[in-house]
């Protein structure tokens, strides 16, 4: 999916007298993309016992490899002269939008049943879709999952879908689903249940104004512009591969049974807002005012939900198996950062003026904030089954999510008078202000949680068995905010004043769960193969944030002139890092 939204507007206006011009121009590109994915094999079984599929290797594969991108730009530009009398007066607004929104209505889930069904056997794990007039309980529309422990006879049709003991409402968002549910399968080869999704989402917004004002005469020349640019990346997605519903899986001859979830999505946002204003006054007497402002924002938000499960099933593998929940790069990708945002706001603005009296002024202010949120939950599960591998044996976790957010905002304002002579006066002043937020959050806004769990299952292997959850998040973040101003004057008299300010602040946190867990299930290794229940927290945050801001104030005029020269800067900057982790490996009866 792609969408491209490009705005352009200019503006020119020239009089004798007064003149006036402004220009604005604004674009919106935006993605809404619902992409369910799904492969099954359901309900395949043989008469009198035998298995439903037989085969040399079996595959159930479902991929997501969705690129998305919306690009937005707003570029604006005004000119104006006033040539004997009156005011030049100018303005330009330069705006851009780039949002990709990923994620899907549960209608666009394939629910297993529906409302319109009386008595059905329900599985843990299956779904039915509460229909529009429905009022048994449970939300019109929505769909809802079974966590009831064991099979359950239903009336599909008169049941109460709010009791949170049996249901728990789907949550919004897109689907990659590989299952094999309520089947028989032997095989000579491998057995590979996988879901993947190595989507790429990404948004760039460019925002641009210029404006120029220039009076030859006796007015005032005022120049304002302003550009903003907002880019964001909403991303939900649930990525599940799956045994269940009383599956059972034979290999022979050193086959491998994977069940495997891969998230490798990507998210990339930028954005930058430049303005640039500049006045100018040439004329005996009048004033010269400019103003500028750029900002930018820049923010991707995750929720994802990467699950590998066998769930009442039966597997028997004459070699591995593995159960893989895996939140990874993908090894084809390009980039450094599964997740990176980038900010920028530039404004410049002058003013300048060579009459004896008046008013020349120049303001300044250029702001970004990036922002990344990540909500993850990655659980490799067996559940209620039996497991037996001919070699090894793992159920692991893994999470290496990398995020970045870089911003900045850079401010310039430079103010001149060279009027002079005995009666010369006026004030010239300039005034900056830059700042900047880089903000870096994993599990601040929801659980992110990296589990590998056998719960009430019988599991053995011939080698080592593993459970295992390990994290490797990791964050960067830089903020720099930088102003400067300059005012001088060649005036007798008068006040001549700078001022600038800068900021900026790094804000991360991690904030997440690390868990193998084994609990009420047997383990049981042969041929010397050990027992592994490890649970390792190796998540990083590097941060960086800079304030500078310099102001420069001169007067040149004459020995015993009345001139006054004033100039204030501030620069200041403050990184945070927080890194909240609950790591348990544990075995319990």
């Known amino acids: 999916a792609f969408s491209l939204g490009v705005g352009i507007a200019a503006a020119l206006a020239s009089g004798n007298n007064s003149s006036l011009a402004g220009s604005g121009a604004g674009s919106l590109a935006i993605n809404l993309v619902s992409n369910p994915v799904r492969s099954r094999i359901r309900n395949s079984r043989g008469a009198n016992g035998s298995p439903g599929i037989t085969a040399d290797d079996v595959v159930v594969t479902a991929s997501d490899e969705s690129f998305v991108r919306s690009d937005a730009g707003g570029f604006a530009i005004a000119l104006g002269e006033s040539k004997r009398t009156g005011s030049a007066k100018s303005a330009a607004v330069g705006v851009a939008l780039a949002i990709n929104v990923i994620d899907a209505s549960t209608r666009g889930v394939e629910a297993d049943f529906t409302t319109d069904l009386a008595n059905q056997t329900v599985s843990s794990g299956d779904t039915v879709l509460v229909g529009d007039e429905y009022d048994g309980g449970g939300t019109p529309g929505t769909v809802y999952r079974y966590i009831g422990d064991s099979d359950s ?48 989402s990404e948004a760039l917004g460019m925002s641009g104004a210029l404006s120029g004002s220039m009076a030859k005469g006796t007015g005032t020349a005022l120049a304002l512009s302003g550009a903003g640019s907002g880019v964001y990346n909403f991303v939900e997605q649930s990525i599940e591969a799956s045994v269940k519903g009383n599956s059972t899986i034979t290999t022979t001859s050193a086959g491998d049974v994977t069940v495997q979830a891969i998230d490798s999505t990507e998210t990339i946002s930028d954005a930058g807002g430049v303005a640039v204003a500049v006045a100018a006054s040439t004329g005996d007497a009048g004033s010269a005012v400019s103003g500028a402002v750029g900002v930018a924002n820049a923010a991707n938000w995750m929720d994802h939900s990467i699950r590998a499960v066998v769930d009442h099933s039966e597997v028997t593998a004459a070699g591995d198996v593995e159960v893989n929940a895996l939140a990874r790069q993908d090894v084809n990708s390009d980039n450094d950062y599964r997740v990176d945002a980038l900010a920028f706001g530039v404004a410049a603005s002058g003013a300048g003026s060579s009459t004896t009296t008046g008013f020349t002024g120049a303001f300044a202010g250029a702001g970004s904030v990036a922002t990344n949120q990540i909500d993850h939950m990655i659980a490799a599960d ?67 949680s990296v589990t590998a769990t056998i719960d009430n299952s019988d599991v053995s292997a011939a080698g080592d068995l593993t459970v295992e959850a390990t994290s490797e998040a990791s964050i960067e973040s830089l903020s720099i905010g930088a102003a400067g101003s300059g005012a001088g004057s060649a005036s007798g008299s008068g006040l001549n004043l700078a001022l600038s300010g ?17 609990v009420d299930s047997s383990l049981a290794t042969t041929d010397s193969g050990d027992v592994h229940v490890i649970a390792v927290d190796a998540s990083d945050i590097w941060t960086d944030a800079g304030g500078v801001a310099v102001a420069i104030a001169i007067n040149k005029g004459s020995s015993g002139s009345t001139a006054a020269a004033a100039s204030g800067s501030l620069g200041i900057a403050n990184a945070d890092n927080t890194i909240e982790a609950t790591v348990n490996a544990y075995l319990q009866d």
């Open 153 to 200: 006879t239903i009336n599909l049709a008169a049941h109460n879908y709010d009791n949170p003991l049996l249901w728990e409402e789907v949550v919004d968002r897109d689907w990659v689903q590989a299952t094999i549910k309520g089947s028989d399968i032997e095989t000579t080869g491998d057995v590979l249940v996988q879901a993947q999704s190595t989507m790429q």
């Open 382 to 448: 067996v559940t209620n089954s039996t497991v037996d591998a001919g070699a090894t044996l793992s159920v692991t976790a893994f999470d290496d999510v990398s995020i970045r957010a870089d911003s900045g905002g850079y401010s310039l304002a430079i103010a001149a008078d060279t009027g002079s002579g005995a009666n010369a006066a006026g004030a010239t002043v300039a005034g900056a202000i830059g700042f900047s937020l880089a903000i870096n959050e994993i599990g601040v806004q929801d659980e992110h």
């Open 502 to 518: 800068a900021g900026a602040g790094s804000y991360n946190a991690i904030l997440h769960s690390v868990e193998a867990i084994v």
